[in-house]
């Protein structure tokens, strides 16, 4: 448990227990919590930097802003939801995190993730690693290429970029054109075998999204509306994630 | 990534014509209707384990235990049945491996590591050989609790496994596999580079 003993003072008006409150009707009330401790029992964080969620909760019921907000736990939580399935009251701790994350200055948030965001926001690709539109379509057709001449049995399998009318819009982790391009070549033959009327698009292609992470609406809604307009530009019924 | 996809189209009510799904329904639905038939003989006298990672943002977070279904029928037509042992718990209340929320690129390596403890656990107790990570953020935090726990089972993605046993996996598309594998089912052999 915490080494400093915890001092109480009266709580804010525009304190994360208001804010929550506020930002969450039907998930977030956490005058709800049964303090039952299931959701610490059966998180991963757990113990990290000696804190759990149901101990975070009750700093924010208790108006502990200030150690809540200087405590990097909340970049430990993964949000992955597993507290609100264990919940019964339901409570939606992992969006309680995404806030506290939210009001941390922008710059003071962990540069990795700060990183991948703001690349990401350099090209239209979305890419975290900065790929651009040029570099990926080389990338993609010089293996492609490749893999057609070596491999007869493929010579007419297609990796295609911005074609109108495909069924399926294709998304791609920057991981694969980046380090390791011949990782990308099961999943085209998978596709061409399956007989699949699929595409990449030159922008909105990266699969990755750590804007979301960094918990920075504006950067994670352009992201995805970038996906969204190429997939309505190519008039494509399905997005399709592959992670 | 599919939570981020489907859950920002949610909260900034953006206006969309097209459906957002997850690739691990249709390897399903593929395999089902017969235009994939992977082939699991060459696990028959292997006897390879495998076990899987249900990604939260898949499972748990997106499409529920569904798509947990499809992805254990997939593989299974791919590893053969009897080769694939589940970790426990697992679907909806799986624990999360710790690659994820940004983890990985946040900078806590020791506390990302200890947050794994969990993750390394339930595989060892499957005993299974092979990790299948659904996505790649498990596949770089599962790759780094099988050298850092030393259990020393290789992660692949599905793609991989799924090629081989459709018969077309050259020598260069292995990057993941281990020494077991290497040889096996190898198509084009002679462009290994
Ligand atoms: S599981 Fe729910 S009710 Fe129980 S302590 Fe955690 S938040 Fe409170
Ligand atoms: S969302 Fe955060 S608090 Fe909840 S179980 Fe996952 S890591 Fe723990």
Partial sequence: ?243 | MTFAVRAGLKKFNIEHNFEVKNIYEYYAKWIREGKLKPNSDWNKELGIKFTCQDPCQIVRKSYGDEIAKDFRYAIKAVVGEENFVDMSPNFSNNYCCGGGGGFLQSGFKEERLEYGRIKDRQIKETKADYVIAGCHNCHAQIHELSKHYEGNYPVIHFWTILALSLGVLGPNERTYLGDDLMEVNVFHPETAM
């Fill in chain 1, 1 to 243: 448990m915490s080494e400093t003993a915890i001092k109480l003072r009266k709580r804010e008006k525009t304190s994360l227990f208001d804010q929550v409150k506020e930002l969450l009707p039907d998930g977030g009330n956490l005058n709800l919590c049964l303090t039952c401790g299931l959701c610490s029992s059966g998180c991963p964080a757990t113990g990290l930097v000696s804190m759990d969620p149901r101990k975070m909760l009750r700093m924010i019921a208790l108006g502990l802003d200030e150690e809540v907000l200087a405590s990097d736990w909340p970049w430990m939580c993964t949000m992955c939801q597993r507290c609100i399935y264990a919940c019964p009251m339901k409570i939606d701790i992992p969006q309680l995190i995404y806030n506290i994350r939210a009001q941390r200055p922008r710059e003071e948030r962990p540069k990795g993730i700060l990183g991948s965001c703001d690349m990401a926001l350099k090209n239209d690709t979305n890419s975290a690693m900065g790929t651009n539109e040029e570099d990926f379509i080389f990338v993609v057709e010089d293996v492609l290429e490749q893999y057609q001449e070596e491999q007869p049995e493929f010579a007419e399998m297609q990796a295609p970029i911005d074609k109108e009318g495909a069924e399926f819009f294709l998304n791609q982790n920057s991981r694969e054109p980046v380090t390791e391009p011949d990782e990308m070549v099961p999943l085209w033959k998978i596709l061409h075998l399956a007989g699949v009327d699929w595409t990449y698009g030159s922008k909105g292609w990266a699969g990755e999204n750590y804007c979301m992470f960094l918990a920075d609406d504006d950067a994670w809604k352009h992201v995805v509306q970038t996906q969204t307009d190429q997939t309505h530009k190519l008039k494509c019924k399905t997005y399709l994630n592959t992670e």
